[in-house]
């Protein structure tokens, strides 16, 4: 497995500020993804986020509103831009540690609450 | 095609019962179907997970059980604890080469009294 962690664990945040959240993790990995958790809902795929070039983005997610880096094997920053009430939700990043086939390991999320 | 369907959506059990959770998936392209427990305030936690060559995993009290004609998978867990209360969510996923996303379902909320 990996240790992942996330900064900030929670935030409050006014309308039409924006938001970084860093993911960092412990050891290399080959895949680093970005998910929403709405209050009491399942997870949504936001996107993958490459090393080195622009992530890749599920359907209903966009660029502008969801920019992502990774610039390197450990570390990812999401940032939700030009926030609304809406945009209340916990992000996670998840990876794939190198060497692990198929497991995928989640941070424990940052809270988001916009007001 | 790229759902999961999960259910029951929450589960109430007694201490030393089984807990059964099911769910059921359209894609065939699907190869790996992970099970993530999360407690309130906590990411996700990887539990358990089964390939489809195999029918049967399990991990101590918890089994998952798989029906590829069927197209369906289960989580058993046996003699369930107070401790197990928490939120269960099955998934798919195509791996290698397409993408390895995780398609959810929409989760259990298992309650297991004393």
């Known amino acids: 497995s990996a240790v992942i962690s996330q900064k900030p664990s929670r935030d409050i945040c006014q309308r039409g500020t924006s938001l970084t959240i860093q993911c960092q993790v412990d050891?290399?990995?080959?895949?680093m993804f970005w998910y929403r958790q709405q209050p009491g809902q399942s997870l949504t795929l936001i996107a993958t986020?490459?090393?080195?070039?622009?992530?890749?983005?599920e359907s209903g997610f966009v660029i502008d509103k969801f920019p992502i880096s990774r610039p390197n094997l450990t570390f990812s920053t999401l940032t939700v831009s030009n926030m609304s009430p809406e945009d209340s939700s916990i992000y996670l990043c998840s990876v794939i540690p190198r060497g692990a086939a198929y497991e995928q390991y989640f941070g424990p999320g940052t809270r988001l609450t916009v007001t | 095609q790229q759902q999961v369907k999960q259910s029951p959506q929450s589960l109430i059990v007694q201490k030393g019962g089984i807990s059964i959770i099911n769910c059921a998936y359209e894609n065939t392209a699907f190869d790996y179907f992970p099970w993530y427990q999360q407690f309130p305030g906590k990411g996700p936690a990887l539990l358990i997970a089964?390939?489809?060559?195999?029918s049967e995993k399990k991990e101590g009290r918890f089994t998952i059980s798989f029906n590829k004609s069927a197209k369906q998978f289960s989580l058993h867990i046996m003699d369930s604890q107070p401790g197990d209360s928490a939120t269960y969510f099955c998934a798919a996923s195509m791996f290698p080469g397409n993408t390895d996303k995780l398609i959810f379902g929409t989760g259990t909320r298992l309650q297991v009294f004393p």
């Open positions: 089964i390939r489809p060559d195999v």
């Open positions: 050891s290399q990995v080959t895949m």
């Open positions: 986020a490459n090393q080195g070039s622009e992530a890749t983005y």
